[in-house]
């Protein structure tokens, strides 16, 4: 499939993945040579084997079959009475063959591309000659004519499902089912405010950033909640009681923890967040404490770690490249650093519990504002680099691509900016791709 064609395919997946009409498809599939008895299969099974899981899943794997498979697609649509979809997606296809850069401007919610009067009719006219030279409609088929389509049950959990399938499906690859309203917990700890002894500077700008991820999260179905200045006990009593709750009917868990930080000795997840009263806890051991052992009512479900902190003193000034994109160039000034001395006490608070006794990670997704051991920044006005590039990355992108891309985009972004230069990255122990609730 060409790049056109697939990202069409990404901006409208939203509208596909609520609409489309899966069991209608099947056999249409089949005859048009697009899949295979044994890939119709593995899309039956995907997720929880709800309509939408398995149109989400046949939308992703559409991208592999090749040159035509977007105009394949189309005609099993119109032959399955799906002609409104069908339309959507030729009418925005001729368009962005013509001017690509006119996908970029799609409205994913109405599945059109913005274009002025005389090029809408035009493209009207174009798409179905029953159209007359005016651009009236076409009369309707009569209803003896039109395939009668079953819709699907509705369970009332904003989405149609099969009631009877399982809640996880056989395939371990595919995507998460984040389907509950709300979808689950976000516990958001902004420490801006440190004490004297601690040695460590007020944060300005923090409060920027927990703004911005409230309105965020809220605005991806999460119970969002909020806790300031907590010290390094405070840190783990807050996260031990989130993971606490009873979360059998959610789906999903988020942290995120804005504070200084510094490097840490590890065995599985590098560095370390501060408290307000200077002492630091391991994000090692923040994240163990969402485990099997600790956390059984989020066995088999995402939980995303998201760490605005420092991981270490070392400035990173880059290198030079051949060109480097200018609008990702951000001032330095107002910007400050979350760093801290790395902690050299073996005994102080920042040790890992017995590591040893912990399971493997699975359902764990650690993301970091930078590097091991380097500088993170934060702009006193606008808030951290990361933080708000995070923001703005959700907010275009969210409704149509996964975590970990959303996260490439992240990275590449915030990568260009300032001076002395931050590469954001990840600890990825997910076991399938999470496209968050929209």
């Known amino acids: ?7 069409l395919l990404r901006r409208l997946r939203l509208k596909l993945v609520r609409e489309l009409l899966v069991t209608e498809l099947w056999d249409a599939l089949l005859s048009r040579g697009l899949f295979t008895p044994d890939m119709i299969e593995d899309i039956k099974r995907a997720g929880s084997g709800s309509q939408r899981d398995q149109a989400r899943q046949l939308i992703t794997d559409l991208e592999t079959r090749g040159s035509q498979a977007l105009p394949l697609f189309i005609s099993c649509l119109r032959d399955t009475g799906q002609d409104r979809l069908a339309s959507v997606l030729s009418t925005n296809r001729q368009a962005a063959k013509r001017d690509p850069g006119a996908i970029r ?3 994913a919610g109405l599945g059109l591309v913005r274009l002025n009067p005389d090029e809408q009719r035009t493209h009207q006219i174009k798409q179905d000659p029953l159209r007359t030279a005016v651009g009236h409609l076409p009369l309707k088929e009569p209803a003896e004519r039109r395939p009668v389509v079953p819709r699907p049950v509705d369970v009332g959990c904003g989405e149609p499902c099969d009631t009877n399938a399982p809640r996880w499906g056989r395939n371990a690859d595919l995507a998460y089912v984040l389907d509950a309203d709300p979808c689950g917990y976000c516990l958001i700890i902004n420490n801006m405010n440190f004490s004297l002894k601690s040695q ?5 700008g923090s409060n920027i950033d927990c703004e911005k991820l409230q309105q ?9 909640e909020v806790k300031c200045d907590l010290t390094a006990q405070g840190m783990l009593q807050a996260l031990v009681a989130l993971a606490r709750r009873d979360h059998g009917a959610l789906n999903c868990c988020v942290v995120v923890i804005l504070s200084h930080g510094c490097e840490a000795s590890h065995r599985q997840f590098p560095g370390a967040v501060y408290g307000t009263d200077g002492c630091s806890v391991s994000v090692e051991r923040l994240v163990n404490i969402f485990n099997g052992a600790g956390c059984p009512s989020l066995g088999g479900k995402p939980k995303l770690f998201f760490i605005q902190a420092c991981g270490g003193e070392q400035k990173d000034r880059g290198f030079e490249v051949a060109s480097v994109s200018p609008g990702g160039r951000a001032s330095d000034s107002n910007v400050e650093s979350d760093a801290a001395p790395f902690p050299e006490d073996p005994g102080s608070s920042d040790q890992p519990d017995a590591v040893a006794s912990l399971p493997t990670p ?5 993301s970091y504002s930078t590097f091991p051991g380097f500088v993170s920044w934060r702009n006193t006005k606008c808030g951290s680099w990361y933080i708000e590039t995070l923001d703005s990355v959700f907010e275009q992108w969210a409704d149509s691509e996964d975590l970990q891309t959303l996260l490439l985009r992240v990275a ?6 300032g001076k002395y230069k931050q590469m954001p990255g990840c600890f990825n122990f997910l076991r399938k791709k999470l496209f968050f609730k929209i």
């Open 105 to 107: 401007s799609l409205d």
């Open 1 to 7: 499939m060409d790049e056109v064609d697939r990202l």
């Open 362 to 366: 699975s359902d764990i997704f650690v």
């Open 200 to 204: 460590l500077g007020l944060r300005t």
């Open 412 to 417: 590449n972004a915030v990568s260009e900016k």
């Open 216 to 224: 965020r999260f809220q605005k991806l179905h999460f119970t969002v």
